[in-house]
Structure formats: structure tokens, C-alpha cells
């Protein structure tokens, strides 16, 4: 099991990017899978997870209404499009799943048993 997250990098406040997922070793057809983020000296952070069961989505308060959780199933990938980027969003962010539970307000509110690499997303002008 396998997850490799990509598409970070620096943009100003107000910009926009979409980080991706690639998993292998399992389908998007049952387990949750999430984004999650840590910035330096803050507490690790269930930014928004989907369950890939019923595709129940679960935001974090700080990200509601700007970023949106998806899948596409043919190329086992899970997306996280950002929009209207704030400086307090720069963090690395990792993408994670527990292939025992489907639950996506569970995982994002729990330690995912498999992690990816972080790709860091930084907000500044």
C-alpha cells in the first residue's frame, strides 16, 4: 500500500492549487482517504477525507467553503483543490488512508495507519 502526494509549491494569498494523491496496493472503492497537514510547531490537522465507500466528505472548519475533496477511481487518485490560499495554509501537506474503516470523518479525526511523503504548500506574496 502505497500513497504519493504531489502538486505543492508556493502561491500568493488568494491563489489556488490542487494537490494529488496516486495510490497503489488498493482500490478507491471501500477505505477513506484524506489530506492532512502540519505546519512548524502546530498540531497535525484532518484537513478534508472522503470516504471512498459513499463518497461522504469531511472538512475541517479552517477550510470549509475553499477547498474540495475528490477521486477518480480509474487513475487511483485523490485530489485536493485549494482556492483562495491563505498564508495560515502553509504547511506540508500528506495524504493518508486506513484501508480498515471507510468512515471519512473517522480518519480525519484519528491516526491514519498508512501515510504518504508531505509535499509542502507555502502562501505568500
Known amino acids: 500500500v502505497q500513497l504519493q502526494a504531489s502538486g505543492g509549491g508556493l502561491v500568493q494569498p488568494g491563489g489556488s492549487l490542487t494537490l494529488s494523491c496516486a495510490v497503489s496496493g488498493f482500490t478507491l472503492d471501500r477505505p477513506a482517504v484524506g489530506w492532512f497537514r502540519q505546519a512548524p510547531g502546530k498540531e497535525r490537522e484532518g484537513v478534508s477525507c472522503?470516504?471512498?465507500?459513499?463518497?461522504?466528505?469531511h472538512y475541517a472548519d479552517s477550510v470549509k467553503g475553499r477547498v474540495t475533496i475528490s477521486r477518480d477511481t480509474a487513475k487511483n487518485t485523490v485530489y485536493l483543490q485549494m482556492n483562495n490560499l491563505r498564508p495560515e495554509d502553509t504547511a506540508v501537506y500528506y495524504c493518508?488512508?486506513?484501508?480498515?474503516?471507510?468512515?471519512?470523518?473517522?480518519?480525519?479525526?484519528?491516526?491514519?495507519?498508512?501515510w504518504g511523503a508531505g509535499t509542502q504548500v507555502t502562501v505568500s506574496s
Open positions: 472522503l470516504s471512498t465507500l459513499n463518497d461522504i466528505v
Open positions: 493518508a488512508t486506513d484501508l480498515g474503516h471507510s468512515s471519512s470523518h473517522y480518519l480525519c479525526n484519528s491516526h491514519p495507519s498508512t
